[in-house]
């Protein structure tokens, strides 16, 4: 007959395991973004990508995606649509290996129209969480890449 000890375990798992908590916290967060954004038709996986884009292009694709703490396949996958869509412009370098990505005039349009509406999905996360709360969250976020890039380094 089963101690259950499994079942104590499996609930120990989804109630202190950090990634599934930080994977659950994204997909909601996520979504609130996605609902404001929703309008402009980007996705908030794509805005720091555009964003980066216009403010360090034209730029290597490995620092784009080092910038953003993202690996090539996610970047190229991210990139894809907005290419698509004119957003960017993905080059070869004088290196013919590198490919620099840039904003295209449509791109920094689309960013200057999708700024107010993040703007207030940000305003709508610093007030339900409240400015203290909101900063020790940021805070602890940017501790939590930084220590786990250095044990996984280690």
């Known amino acids: 007959m089963p101690d259950g000890s499994g079942d104590r375990t499996a609930l120990e798992l989804l109630s202190s395991c950090t990634c599934q908590n930080l ?27 555009l964003a980066a884009a216009a403010s360090k292009g034209p730029i290597p694709m490995s620092r784009l995606a080092e910038t953003l703490v993202m690996d090539r396949t996610t970047l ?7 290419e698509r869509a004119g957003l960017v412009q993905v080059a070869p370098g004088d290196d013919r290996r590198a490919r620099l ?19 207030q999905a940000q305003s709508g996360m610093v007030e339900a969480l409240g400015r203290f709360k909101w900063g020790v969250l940021m805070d602890n ?14």
């Not at 994977?23 to 967060?29: F, I, S």
């Not at 190229?76 to 907005?82: C, H, I, M, S, V």
């Not at 976020?141 to 280690?154: C, G, H, I, M």
Request: no cysteine.
């Open 23 to 49: 994977r659950q916290a994204t997909r909601v967060v996520t979504q609130h973004y996605e609902q404001v954004l929703e309008p402009i038709g980007l996705k908030i996986t794509q805005l720091p990508v």
């Open 76 to 82: 190229t996958r991210n990139l894809q649509p907005l």
């Open 101 to 119: 990505v840039s904003a295209t005039g449509k791109g920094l349009e689309a960013l200057e129209a999708a700024l107010p509406l993040w703007k």
């Open 141 to 154: 976020l940017r501790l939590t890449v930084d220590a786990t890039r250095k044990s996984a380094a280690d």
